[in-house]
């Protein structure tokens, strides 16, 4: 059973950054396509950025590019969301998620994940 741990979320000021982290346990997350998804209150859950198991395709969503950088490290079994210019729009709560099999793909609807973790929240406001 794979699980998935996320931090690094807290509070910034407009402007500032975060890097979340995705940490994996349980099984080889290279397996895995990783997805970030957010909510933010009163809102439906959107995608953020995906990466495929091999690392080597990624995908975003259009208010995020240029933004925010995923990535991972499958030798520690990590993904991370690097995020920039953040912006007070950005403020929710913060998902990682794991979807089986896609080596060199990855989606950003969230019924193609099967794993996911319990979320880290963000915060940003002066």
């Known amino acids: 059973q794979l699980q998935l741990v996320e931090s690094g979320g807290g509070l910034v000021q407009p402007g500032g950054s975060l890097r979340l982290a995705c940490v994996a346990s349980?099984?080889?997350?290279?397996?895995?396509?990783i997805g970030w998804f957010r909510q933010a209150p009163g809102k439906e859950r959107e995608g953020v950025s995906c990466?495929?198991?091999?690392?080597?395709?990624?995908d975003y969503a259009d208010s995020m590019k240029g933004r925010f950088t995923i990535s991972r490290d499958n030798a520690r079994n990590t993904a991370y969301l690097r995020m920039n210019s953040l912006e007070p729009e950005d403020t929710a709560v913060y998902y990682c998620?794991?979807?089986?099999?896609?080596?060199?793909?990855?989606?950003?609807?969230?019924?193609?994940?099967?794993?996911w973790g319990q979320g880290t929240q963000v915060t940003v406001s002066s």
């Open positions: 349980g099984l080889t997350l290279d397996a895995y396509a």
């Open positions: 990466i495929s198991g091999s690392g080597g395709t990624t």
């Open positions: 998620a794991a979807s089986y099999g896609r080596q060199t793909s990855c989606l950003m609807r969230a019924n193609s994940y099967n794993y």
